[in-house]
């Protein structure tokens, strides 16, 4: 409790200080840090692995190799970067060895041209979503995205589901700038083409085809 | 503009990441073009609906479970360091 109230007196809120007080041993700051992410850490896994237990691991291990590892965090990048940075790497190692494949990475079918030319072009339904009860939306949503290559849907979940800009998905992921632009572009026209079989307008001509 | 020119700066449009002339010519393309315009319209939806419903929220229970485990491991690794030092 001394503790708790000491930080809060020395203004300890930032990102950066709990990081410098966990790395001389305070694992209540530590903890203050698993509390702020592990939200973001364990949706991150889920959309990697698609696999509850493993994501659940993925979190556990994560913030683990995280702790371990504080002395090596330099502080030029924001500690929630370099944690998304493990925990992807994790999350994409449960993966391989689920699917006992070792070849599953980042990589993975960049070079496909699903989706690169739109084929689907009937418009939506004007608010689409409402058309499912919200367990049947979140199946739909689930599948859908399940249907993209690791690497695709890893750069969308980051930009798109999480919010991050495109510098820090290239550093969370080691890619570049353009290589996270194609593949955003790529993950966003597959799951529009996808998902344009649940949502596209039901009335008359252009949905009817 | 050509409709693979428009999609090649979708991206950047629905990010608006874009110069302002660049936007007039792309506006200026979906004017005329429908099917690019639903293209556009529809990416935007996709957007939205996985950012509006997150399909993997970690429920409060399991967040408390692995919260646990997680100090558990680190404690654990704190105390190996210590006595090694």
Known sequence: ?209 | MKCKEFLQELTDYLDGKISDSLRAELDEHLHWCHECHVVMNTTKKTIEIYRDNQIYELPDDLRTRLHQAIMTKCRGAHQGKKSSH
Request: charged share 30%; glycine share 6%; proline share 2%.
């Open chain 1, 1 to 209: 409790m001394e503790a708790i109230q000491k930080r809060a007196e020395e203004g300890i809120n930032s990102e950066l200080a709990l990081v410098q007080a966990a790395k001389k041993g305070d694992l209540e700051a530590f903890s203050d840090l698993v509390r702020r992410y592990d939200r973001n850490i364990f949706r991150i896994a889920q959309h990697i692995t698609h696999n509850e237990e493993d994501a659940q691991d993925v979190v556990q291990d994560a913030f683990l190799k995280a702790y371990q590892n504080l002395d090596q965090f330099q502080g030029n990048s924001k500690f929630y970067t370099w944690l998304v940075r493990i925990a992807v790497n994790e999350a994409l190692m449960r993966l391989r060895r689920r699917r006992n494949d070792r070849t599953v990475s980042l990589d993975e079918d960049v070079e496909t041209e699903d989706g690169a030319i739109p084929r689907e072009v009937a418009d939506w339904s004007p608010n689409p979503e409402q058309l499912y009860g919200t367990s049947e939306l979140g199946d739909i949503l689930k599948k859908t995205i399940q249907g993209l290559s690791p690497g695709f849907r890893t750069v969308f979940v980051l930009r798109d589901v999480e919010g991050l800009s495109t510098e820090e998905t290239a550093e969370m992921l080691g890619l570049s700038i353009p290589a996270v632009k194609s593949r955003l572009l790529r993950a966003r026209l597959q799951l529009r083409e996808r998902l344009a079989k649940y949502f596209k307008s039901k009335k008359g001509g252009d949905g009817q085809r």
